[in-house]
Nanobody, 119 residues
Framework: QVELVESGGGLVQAGGSLRLSCATS????????MAWFRQVAGKEREFVAA????????RYADSVKGRFTISEDRAGAGVSLQMNSLKPDDTAVYYC????????????WGKGTLVTVSS
């Protein structure tokens, strides 16, 4: 079973930066894709960013493009999400997800880490 553990969430003022990390137990990191999603109370979970390991392809939601950067922390270890120019609308619980690169669904999920951006 693949386990994902998010960390790095916290309170930050608008315009500030925060870096989230997601550690994975996967031993075949090169064959998987990982992503960040976020969710606020009462709303559906939304896609934030994804990265395909091996090909190193990345994809971002329009709302975070140019502000957030997803990257590999270390081969087989996990991914990070560098969040800059944070806005109150970025406030949410951020979840790390993983899947085989060829799969359509995100099979593995972390428990989430809370990011609060004050105005």
């Amino acid at each position: 079973q693949v386990e994902l553990v998010e960390s790095g969430g916290g309170l930050v003022q608008a315009g500030g930066s925060l870096r989230l990390s997601c550690a994975t137990s996967s031993r075949t990191f090169g064959y998987v894709s990982m992503a960040w999603f976020r969710q606020v109370a009462g709303k559906e979970r939304e896609f934030v960013a994804a990265i395909t390991f091996g090909g190193k392809h990345t994809r971002y939601a329009d709302s975070v493009k140019g502000r957030f950067t997803i990257s590999e922390d270390r081969a087989g270890a996990g991914v990070s999400l560098q969040m800059n120019s944070l806005k109150p609308d970025d406030t949410a619980v951020y979840y790390c997800a993983a899947k085989r690169s060829s799969a359509s669904e995100w099979s593995y999920w972390g428990k989430g880490t809370l990011v609060t951006v004050s105005s």
